[in-house]
């Protein structure tokens, strides 16, 4: 399955004097669905779905301020209620009243937040994938990848070499492998290992990480009155699975449904089992 990078063309608004870039596909007229991605990713992380599921839904995808090819402030507010008003902001952009809210990794964390805190009278399903509940991260995560985003923020200089470097395959291979149980071909996430690169993230990835792991969304979950899904990897080595198992109990009448021989990226790594198992919840 192969989706151009010139497909689903990005459209900005402002948000509090912020560019806020998101990227839509379908028709306006059918139920909306609002994707929200995770950290150091992108909005077209979403592209296979979008390509499905634009047949039967108005399908937004939102590049997250800090992310993708939003701005990325210096001493922006990544907090994930930040994050989530932004959300709710272009939703109010584009005049959708009620809708299906998907989100994935930290993604899935705001998503949550904005189905149990923000907006639960907006949200008609939720669809949490790999979504951080408790601020639990795994090991790589939690000690690599942060200290990494950290470093590049008091070290600059070392910032592109460390780009040059992960570009070669089999450190790419090292650097993002637990991103998957069983990774895709190399090409088909070329794009999500660039976005993973940017250089524009440096302000934002330390202190959106840091939020990731001080905010605990547990409290909230009983709040959540909407018909819930839960996925993830059996094999997820980003988000710990318990933080799925702790989310569909908590979550009043949520499914969770496991993905075998996955990691954190079931949208990526099994694709159209993925869509499959997503129309027919939004069916």
Known sequence: MTVSVLQFAP??????????????????SNPPIVMVHGWLSHSRVWRFQMEQLQATHFCIAIDLLGFGDSDSPRNGDYSIEAQGRRVLALADALNLD??????HSMGGQIAIFIAAVLAPGRVTRL???????????????KYISKN???LGQVAPF?????????RVPWVSKVAFGVWFHIAPPFEVWAEDRERAMQTGII????PAVRAIMTTDITPHLTKITCPSLVIFGRHDRVVPPV???RAAAGI???RLRWFGECGHFPQLEQPAAFNQVVAEFVR
């Open 148 to 150: 990494q985003m950290w």
């Open 203 to 206: 302000p934002s990835g330390y």
């Open 11 to 28: 459209h900005h608004i402002s948000v509090d004097g912020q560019k806020i870039t998101y990227r839509i596909a379908g028709d306006p």
């Open 252 to 254: 009043p009448g949520a």
């Open 98 to 103: 009620k809708f299906t809210l998907m989100g």
């Open 243 to 245: 933080e799925g198992e």
């Open 127 to 141: 669809i949490d994938v790999g979504g951080v509940v408790s601020g639990a991260l795994a090991w790589w995560p």
């Open 158 to 166: 070392l910032v592109p070499p460390t780009v040059w470097l992960f």
